[in-house]
């Protein structure tokens, strides 16, 4: 697995992304990986959530096919996670064939905690996305109780 920080990104926006190939998958390190990325980010409080949203897309598509690419980026006041695999076809998010069921393969937990969860295919394969808002909170001022 490696890991490329874009420097193309706009600021105030940030963006990484993971290549995850053939051999074993450790979704330890994926999720030891996000989190220190949301955390860098100044978001600490949103890094478990994070992890666990990487971490059960990327598994989803690892099942499907491989190499998978995930992108986690820094908005104004989201962040866009993006599980890309050159499988052919609509991703399913759900066994029953239904696309935007969101049962089986544990969905349900990612549908619970994120905003906006979509998914798309093109020519090179299919995506799927999610988005989780949060609000920017500022620091405590000096010597004020926290």
């Known amino acids: 697995m490696a890991a490329k920080e874009d420097a193309s990104a706009p600021s105030p926006w940030a963006q990484v992304r993971w290549i995850v190939d053939a051999g074993p998958f450790d979704v330890s390190v994926l999720r030891d990986s996000v989190s220190a990325t949301v955390c860098s980010w100044g978001l600490g409080a949103l890094a478990d959530d994070l992890a666990r949203i ?5 598994a989803n598509a690892w099942m499907m096919q491989f190499p998978v690419m995930v992108t986690l980026r820094l908005e104004d006041s989201a962040i866009l996670t993006e599980v890309s695999d050159s499988g052919p076809g609509m991703a399913l998010f759900s066994a029953h064939g239904d696309p935007f069921g969101i049962d089986g393969r544990d969905l349900t937990s990612v549908a619970s905690v994120v905003h906006e969860l979509g998914l798309y295919a093109c020519s090179t394969g299919r995506t799927v996305w999610a988005r ?11 010597g004020s109780a926290a």
Request: charged share 25%; hydrophobic share 45%.
């Open 54 to 58: 990487v971490a059960e897309l990327t």
């Open 132 to 142: 989780l808002h949060f609000r920017w909170s500022a620091p405590p001022e000096e």
